[in-house]
């Protein structure tokens, strides 16, 4: 594995120093930032080509002079896998593109991922010194996208070095974003890294989730080929705990194993008529939509297209459903959410695309029944109106219902999105592991080393449903963490 520079060594470079002078910080701090070009609302309401465009090359440039090369970049603090995000902003700003992509490949496996669907603005951006002199932060997501599509449509895609074999089997469960980060960073120290997956395609929540309008597959495709180069292999179609046992894998060989099963359980209301025809888990529909090609013609998988489509919830998987309802051609497509758009989780810009795509938005409303049809269909749902009270535990206000105020809307389709639980059968097919209240793995913070000895555990399994990069960064640890240990275990 390649000893990647330190940041302080690589601002120091004589190129470097020249960029940095090139131009005062006054002016750097003048610049705008830039706006990405995005498809017209009315026109990719119908189809599901990707909304955000990305950057040109000119808009990228001027971008990364935004980017004050701070001697504390406090950016990085806010990055989970700690991109050197100056040094590759800074290859961008002198015109190597492809440099800019290997900088940002040293430490993440996904970066035409994160670039789309990271939330910047809470994380690595928020923290950009910009902030603090009341600016427009530097667009280190846009710019992150720019670097690793360049690269990619360049066709000059570079596989980071791996070390020699050491001849010493590693297991992952799982293919999402922490199992390939945690897959990528051990077959870069030169571990045999096999991943079993339980579903036939390679990616988890990024393949059967996240629409092609946000992430397109064939994105995703081209990172887990990079993975594929660097000797990654994959096993589909292989459920841990029931196609194979812990046993097996020990009788294999391995000697690590990483658990990255994901929180892919979705949650329900138990509310009366949750079982009609027509009401299902965003987790089912969006499947179907995204992994099984549902909706088009040719597709053996169907799905049911809702005319009057309520979504219930207000997170990104809410968002992703009523925007794939809108574009399966519903005229009605509403999102139902118990408390006010302030304490929504969904990403802002996903909220801005949504209601610009035509979707309505019913906050402070709870459904409390489904009522069906003759025949068992969905036919209207009832909506307790809410108002917000006092604080709760997570900080946000509660929403408490409005007494008597209950409406009846019509409803051909419902989408449950209110949450989801971690897979239960890891955590009962591995006899020993521990497991906290919620389902999830019990794992050390630093280490993410679980109650057995050779199971590390980390993503949502551990977190419940969080976000790609936190699964990633919990990838990383681990694989840092098995590494010291195996070679631990050597000497
Ligand atoms: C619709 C949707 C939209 C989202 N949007 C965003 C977003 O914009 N930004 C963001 O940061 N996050 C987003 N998230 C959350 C993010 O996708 C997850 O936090 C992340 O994917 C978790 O990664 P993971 O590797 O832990 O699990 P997953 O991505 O869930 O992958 C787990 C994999 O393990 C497999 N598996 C499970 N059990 C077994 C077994 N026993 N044997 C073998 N394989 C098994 C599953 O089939 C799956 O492929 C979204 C989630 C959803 C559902
Ligand atoms: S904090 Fe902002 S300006 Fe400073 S190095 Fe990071 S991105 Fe550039």
Redesign the pocket.
Known sequence: METIPTVAERRAESWREELRQGMKAKERTAIHRVEMNELDPDYRSHNNEEVNQGLTEEQALREAQRCLDCVTPTCMEGCPVSIQIPSFIKNIERGNFLEAARVLKETSALPAVCGR???QEKQCESRCVHVKMKKAPVAIGYLERFAADYERESGQIAVPECAPSKGIKIAV???????LSFAGDMAKRGYDVTV????HEIG???KY??PEFRLPNRIVEVEIDGLRKMGVQFITN????KTISYDDLHADGFRGIFV?????LPNFMNIPGENLIGVMS?NEY?TRVNLMHAASTDADTPVFKGKHVAVIGGG??AM?SVRTARRLGAARAMIVYRRSEEEMPA?IEEVKHAKEEGVEFLTLHNPIEYLGDENGRVKHMRLQRMELGEPDASGRRRPVPVEGAVETIDVDEVIVSVGVSP?P??PQAFAGLEISKRGTIIVGEADMRSSLADVYAG???VRG?????L?MGDGRRAAAAMDEALQEHKS
């Open positions: 669907v990271c939330p469960v799982g293919s999402g974003p922490a199992g079993f997956e339980a579903l988890g929540v990024l989730g996240i292989c459920i841990v705990g990255a099963s994901g929180a892919g965003s969006l990104n998987t992703d990403r897979n059968l890891i993503g949502d399994i449903g969080a976000t790609v990069i699964a």
